[in-house]
């Protein structure tokens, strides 16, 4: 497969991470990726996303954000926002 890099110069307000699940696509949930979002954001930004694993929320908090849990929709106990302070 072709990897494709994504080239944005705005920073952004909201990140949706709808990845599938860092079993299904463990390339996606690495931190290396996590602090390229990071730095993608607007002070006060955020990535939200339903992804609530342990691992992912300390590598979350290891980059600088502030990590905070949610309820979860229907199905979903809980997800994730992760602001960039």
């Known amino acids: 497969t072709e990897s494709k890099k994504i080239s944005l110069t705005d920073k952004n307000d909201l990140v949706y991470f709808d990845a599938f699940s860092p079993k299904k696509q463990p390339e996606l949930w690495k931190p290396d990726i996590l602090r390229k979002i990071f730095f993608l954001l607007k002070n006060n930004g955020f990535l939200v996303t339903y992804c609530a694993q342990g691992k992912f929320k300390r590598n979350l908090k290891e980059?600088?954000?502030?990590?905070?849990?949610?309820?979860?929709?229907?199905?979903?106990?809980?997800?994730?926002?992760?602001?960039r302070k």
Do not use: H, N, T
């Open 63 to 83: 980059i600088g954000y502030q990590v905070i849990s949610l309820d979860g929709p229907p199905g979903k106990r809980e997800m994730i926002k992760a602001i």
